[in-house]
Antibody, heavy 122, light 110 residues
Framework: QVQLVQSGAEVKKPGASVKISCKAS????????MHWVRQAPGQRLEWMGW????????KYSQNFQGRVTITRDTSASTAYMELSSLRSEDTAVFYC???????????????WGQGTLVTVSS | QSVLTQPPSVSAAPGQKVTISCSGS????????VSWYQQLPGTAPKLLIF???KRPSGIPDRFSGSKSGTSATLGITGLQTGDEADYYC???????????FGGGTKLTVL
């Protein structure tokens, strides 16, 4: 069965960076894009970007441009999301979410990680 | 603020039907598929509807989706207390060149 397992909660100081992992299992990792979504406490979901796990191509939301980097290690079937220059407003749960169709970007996500809470506080 | 507008909350009694709207524009809903997600408290979102009106396997037919012009609607019939959750629409916005979610709608089953 498809599973996405994310790394644990993080506490960071303003200005620091955080890197979250998302380990995939139960399917061919390189065949599907992986998206990342942010959800601040009590707030809506916010799309951050996607990674083509096959060729490593990425696309990022302008809201995070310059601060977010999504990468992958195909040998480990793991995607990573790094967010830099953290500020208090980045305190949120971050989710990885698989695109629904192989080799396509549909902006529809059929499997989600459990979420990783990042707290930014001095 | 999201480019997709949802009502903040809806409510209905058990067994009744409720609809949740998602209003956008020609750059998003008007020319792209819409997906809907259910997010139970403290959990990750779950895909309910994709391509406007299709249900993944395992999603009961109490959940339905439709789209007309620049608006989409999620319908839930036979409401259960377990349906209490936040519901989000999502699509692609060509002007923003980004995925976009609605603001979310909290469903209360009275």
């Amino acid at each position: 069965q498809v599973q996405l397992v994310q790394s644990g909660a993080e506490v960071k100081k303003p200005g620091a960076s955080v890197k979250i992992s998302c380990k995939a299992s139960g399917y061919t990792f390189s065949s599907y894009a992986m998206h990342w979504v942010r959800q601040a406490p009590g707030q809506r979901l916010e799309w951050m970007g996607w990674l083509n796990a096959g060729d490593g191509n990425t696309k990022y939301s302008q809201n995070f441009q310059g601060r977010v980097t999504i990468t992958r290690d195909t040998s480990a079937s793991t995607a990573y999301m790094e967010l830099s220059s953290l500020r208090s407003e980045d305190t949120a749960v971050f989710y990885c979410a698989r695109d629904r169709l192989p080799k396509r970007i549909t902006y529809s996500h059929d499997y989600w990680g459990q979420g990783t809470l990042v707290t930014v506080s001095s | 603020q999201s480019v997709l507008t949802q009502p903040p909350s809806v409510s209905a009694a058990p067994g009744q039907k409720v609809t949740i709207s998602c209003s956008g524009s020609s750059s998003n809903i008007g020319n792209n598929y819409v997906s809907w997600y259910q997010q139970l408290p403290g959990t990750a979102p779950k895909l309910l509807i994709f391509e406007n009106n299709k249900r993944p396997s395992g999603i009961p037919d109490r959940f339905s989706g439709s789209k007309s012009g620049t608006s989409a609607t999620l319908g839930i019939t036979g409401l259960q207390t377990g349906d209490e959750a936040d519901y989000y629409c999502e699509t692609w916005d060509g002007s923003l060149s980004a995925g976009v979610f609605g603001g979310g709608t909290k469903l209360t089953v009275l």
